[in-house]
């Protein structure tokens, strides 16, 4: 199983590290939308006997035991487009994803 960050994702994620703190970056999914399934991110206190860890250079990415299965094999980028900057998931686990781009299936 295997979580990976593009460089410019890596380089983003260890600026909020370094400015707000916190040992790793939280990945996971919660049920919701149109579509089933969305992703959450956050700055992880500490990585908890459950998690997967995933590290990439210097940047810790830590994934819940119920989120793995949906996020095996994704690759996070950062991206810049006109005035505005997103994460963005390649999850090749995603069937569909809703017209509002907010939620996704996994078939």
Not at 71 to 84: A, K, M, W, Y
């Given at each position: 199983m295997a979580i990976s960050l593009t460089e410019s994702a890596a380089?983003?994620?260890r600026n909020f590290l370094d400015r707000d703190g916190g040992v790793a970056l939280r990945l996971g999914v919660r049920k919701t939308g149109c579509s089933g399934w969305a992703y959450t991110v956050d700055l992880a206190e500490e990585i908890g006997a459950n998690?997967?860890?995933?590290?990439?250079?210097d940047v810790k990415v830590i994934v819940d035991h119920d989120s793995l299965a949906y996020?095996?094999?994704?690759?996070?980028?950062?991206?810049?487009?006109?005035?505005?900057s997103t994460i963005r998931f390649e999850n090749p686990n995603v069937t569909e994803e809703c017209g509002c781009g907010e939620s996704f299936t996994i078939g």
């Open positions: 380089k983003r994620v998690d997967a860890v995933f590290e990439q250079g996020l095996d094999g994704s690759t996070i980028d950062f991206v810049s487009e006109g005035l505005g």
